[in-house]
T-cell receptor
Framework: AQSVSQHNHHVILSEAASLELGCNYSYGGTVNLFWYVQYPGQHLQLLLKYFSGDPLVKGIKGFEAEFIKSKFSFNLRKPSVQWSDTAEYFCAVRGNNRLAFGKGNQVVVIP | DAGVIQSPRHEVTEMGQEVTLRCKPISGHNSLFWYRQTMMRGLELLIYFNNNVPIDDSGMPEDRFSAKMPNASFSTLKIQPSEPRDSAVYFC??????????????FGSGTRLTVV
């Protein structure tokens, strides 16, 4: 079964700072990769996904992620965060139709 | 499309009582998933169905938990008897057939369960 690791569970940064969240996975087969965001009190929403092709994928709200196959990584980035980006971010890996989540990164953006 | 619909949004019950959580997936999606979210364990997959058939229930914590999907538009997750440690947010998600063009999973708004 696949597994997902996310580091730096709590991240605090100021508006306009750059954000990078790391995600590493383990799975022996073909994977699909996702980043979800969960705003306070809400359900998970898809930020972006990678299935194949260009390893640099762009999602909603200015987020992007890069798939590096050799490193089994799918890191999320945003060049300049806003207060409204305060949320929890989950990396997820789908293999064999099972979606496994990392523990999440709690991101707090200070105005 | 109304998305994945879960009910109730909040449930408070006493220990020992039966709890039933409900989920209506997106029409046309052929896979349905139940997740539990807690501070300690994060998001855990409890069980998933493919074409109404349970495929993997290895995440179901114990026999007190059961899930059914009698048809393509409805699923239930039942806890009997409930215990305080079952307190969590339970999410239902559905997805279309896995493929290059699919959008992954769509999550419902969740049911926040509190067992006192």
């Amino acid at each position: 079964a696949q597994s997902v690791s996310q580091h730096n569970h709590h991240v605090i940064l100021s508006e306009a700072a750059s954000l990078e969240l790391g995600c590493n996975y383990s799975y022996g087969g073909t994977v699909n990769l996702f980043w979800y965001v969960q705003y306070p009190g809400q359900h998970l929403q898809l930020l972006l996904k990678y299935f194949s092709g260009d390893p640099l994928v762009k999602g909603i709200k200015g987020f992007e992620a890069e798939f590096i196959k050799s490193k089994f990584s799918f890191n999320l980035r945003k060049p300049s965060v806003q207060w409204s980006d305060t949320a929890e971010y989950f990396c997820a890996v789908r293999g064999n139709n099972r979606l496994a989540f990392g523990k999440g990164n709690q991101v707090v953006v200070i105005p | 499309d109304a998305g994945v619909i879960q009910s109730p949004r909040h449930e408070v019950t006493e220990m020992g009582q039966e709890v039933t959580l409900r989920c209506k997936p997106i029409s046309g999606h052929n896979s349905l998933f139940w997740y539990r979210q807690t501070m300690m364990r994060g998001l855990e997959l409890l069980i998933y169905f493919n074409n109404n058939v349970p495929i993997d229930d290895s995440g179901m914590p114990e026999d007190r938990f059961s899930a059914k999907m009698p048809n393509a538009s409805f699923s239930t997750l039942k806890i009997q008897p409930s215990e305080p440690r079952d307190s969590a947010v339970y999410f239902c998600a559905s997805s279309p057939r896995q493929g290059a063009g699919d959008s992954g999973y769509t999550f419902g708004s969740g049911t926040r369960l509190t067992v006192v």
